[in-house]
């Protein structure tokens, strides 16, 4: 069935240090792929999306790009700061239901 | 006010007591989902409004009841709760059913 696998966390970064989360899924079709993020005692919130293969999805620095060949959507930062520190979710969109990955806890250390 | 709002943001609530969680989304959207959140666990999804019409009840306890009144307000109804019931309970809503969701804050329920 269709799914989202993502990295198992807790990560920790130094400032400035470079982030890799790895996403991939398996899905039938032409799934949309999103990245959430959850900062504390919050709920999630869209940080940024790709529809299509090769679709870049961008935003706060962060940037993902949708593989259809290796069937990833890694989450991607070139220097993270403290402010980052939240938990990351990858997640499919399959046109009828959504899938979250378990989530990646990322604590950014000064 | 935009976006999607859940009262209250905090609950503490015995296991004999009754209460309930409001959702309200000011997006003009079709679809709600009520969604659990246990710490180190993944999300899971409870419930699932489609134009006010549950459409997925997955395998969850009698004692949580949603109510789904029109497309923009969503209610969990809780009674005799158990104490791993404790969590945050996140309700989310996307245009069609299965598109691109939007949180609400959640609530933070423990029962004690």
């Known amino acids: 069935g269709d799914s989202v696998t993502q990295m198992e966390g807790p990560v920790t970064l130094s400032e400035e240090a470079f982030l890799t989360i790895n996403c991939t899924y398996t899905?039938?079709?032409?799934?949309?792929l999103f990245w959430y993020v959850q900062y504390p005692g919050e709920g999630l919130q869209l940080l940024l999306k790709?529809?299509?293969?090769?679709d870049k999805g961008s935003n706060k620095g962060f940037e993902a790009t949708y593989r259809k060949e290796t069937t990833s959507f890694h989450l991607e930062k070139g220097s993270v700061q403290v402010s980052d520190s939240a938990v990351y979710f990858c997640?499919?969109?399959?046109?009828?239901?959504?899938?979250f990955g378990t989530g990646t806890s990322l604590t950014v250390i000064p | 006010e935009t976006g999607v709002t859940q009262t209250p943001r905090h609950l503490v609530m015995g296991m004999t007591n009754k209460k309930s969680l409001k959702c309200e989304q000011h997006?003009?959207?079709?679809?709600m989902y009520w969604y659990k959140q246990s710490a180190k666990k993944p999300l899971e999804l409870m419930f699932v409004?489609?134009?006010?019409?549950?459409?997925e009840n997955n395998s969850v306890p009698s004692r949580f009841s949603p109510e789904c009144p029109n497309s923009s307000h969503l209610f969990l109804h809780l009674h005799t709760l158990q104490p791993e019931d404790s969590a945050l309970y996140l309700c989310?809503?996307?245009?069609?059913?299965?598109?691109?969701?939007?949180f609400g804050p959640g609530t933070r329920l423990t029962v004690t």
């Open positions: 989310a809503s996307s245009q069609k059913f299965g598109g691109e969701q939007y």
């Open positions: 899905a039938t079709g032409y799934p949309s």
């Open positions: 790709a529809t299509k293969a090769d």
């Open positions: 997640a499919l969109n399959t046109g009828n239901q959504f899938y």
């Open positions: 997006l003009g959207h079709n679809a």
């Open positions: 409004y489609n134009f006010k019409e549950q459409t």
